[in-house]
């Protein structure tokens, strides 16, 4: 079965410091992708980031990177530099095929001034 | 990154009602999806469409709900009879093309649907 793990339902972090949301999966397809969305407050789901099962290296775009080890199953988000603008749920995400993309239950993640 | 607008943004409607729920991508994209979030609940597949025709749909997807595009443009999510349970944000997503990083499914900014 296809699973999301998200096990940590809310996190803090101090503005400009870094955080790591984590996120583990379950598939036995050898090809997949991972994704990371964030929801503010407004609701709108917002893509971040992108992983192929197959990349070398660790997906990143600007202040998100995506710390993926395959082995463990893990795709965990970090966040660097927070920005009070980044308080939000954040859902991880994977794609086996072409038709759906399995959720986890999100982690809300609120930053401190 | 892709544009999708959905109309309305918010519906109110009694149960019973049939809804329909628009999700317009701004360019031309072969794959198209629906999902839902109900209130402090995660996001959850209902269908996926493409090449004009259902491709895989989830067990919430039943014989209330219905999908089509109607002009070849807008996509649209029908629910005949609505019950209070269906209250919840309904998003629509779109995707390029199968493989590699282009398969990224994007997000519309979704439409909250209110049964009473």
């Known amino acids: 079965a296809q699973k999301i793990t998200q096990t940590q339902p809310g996190m803090f972090v101090q503005e400009k410091e870094a955080v790591t949301l984590d996120c583990t999966y379950d598939t036995s397809d050898p090809s997949y992708g991972l994704f990371w969305y964030k929801q503010p407050s407004s609701g709108e789901m917002i893509f971040l980031i992108y992983q192929g099962s197959y990349d070398q290296q660790n997906a990143t775009e600007g202040r998100y990177s995506l710390n993926f080890q395959k082995a463990r199953k893990s795709a965990n988000l970090v966040i660097s530099a927070s920005q009070l603008g980044d308080s939000a749920m954040y859902f991880c995400a994977m794609q086996t095929s072409y038709d759906k993309v399995i959720f986890g239950p999100g982690t809300s993640l609120s930053v401190i001034p | 990154e892709p544009e999708v607008t959905q109309t309305p943004s918010h519906q109110v409607t009694q149960m019973g009602q049939e809804v329909i729920l628009r999700c317009v991508p701004i360019?031309?994209?072969?794959?198209f999806y629906w999902y839902r979030q109900i209130l402090g609940q995660k996001v959850e597949f209902l269908v996926s469409f493409y090449n004009n025709e259902i491709s895989e749909k989830s067990e919430i997807f039943d014989d209330q709900f219905s999908v089509e595009r109607p002009d070849g443009s807008n996509f649209t999510l029908k629910i005949r009879s609505t019950k209070l349970e269906d209250s919840a944000m309904y998003f629509c997503?779109?995707?390029?093309?199968?493989?590699?990083?282009?398969?990224?499914?994007?997000f519309g900014p979704g439409t909250r649907l209110t049964v009473l």
């Open positions: 997503a779109i995707a390029l093309e199968l493989a590699g990083e282009e398969d990224t499914q994007y």
């Open positions: 360019s031309n994209h072969l794959y």
